[in-house]
């Protein structure tokens, strides 16, 4: 999963039930973070809690190995 932060202040990122991603996790800074995961085959689940100012964006890019 490569996550591009476009000066997000505060998010949660939820993928499958679990957090991946917090509020300390974003500084209201760009950001671009590659994270490891393993998704499960058949369907998956992802939620996104932005709690900043309008305009900042979250960017999810998912790729198959």
């Not at 957090?19 to 300390?24: H, K, T, Y």
């Not at 950001?31 to 058949?42: A, H, K, V």
């Not at 998956?44 to 960017?59: D, H, T």
């Amino acid at each position: 999963l490569l996550l591009t932060s476009m000066n997000v202040a505060s998010a949660r990122v939820f993928l499958n039930g679990e957090e991946l991603l917090g509020p300390s996790d974003f500084r209201g800074h760009p950001l671009t973070e590659e994270i490891e995961i393993d998704l499960p085959e058949g369907a998956n689940s992802m939620a996104v809690k932005l709690m900043g100012r309008p305009g900042e964006q979250l960017i999810f890019e998912f790729e198959e190995e």
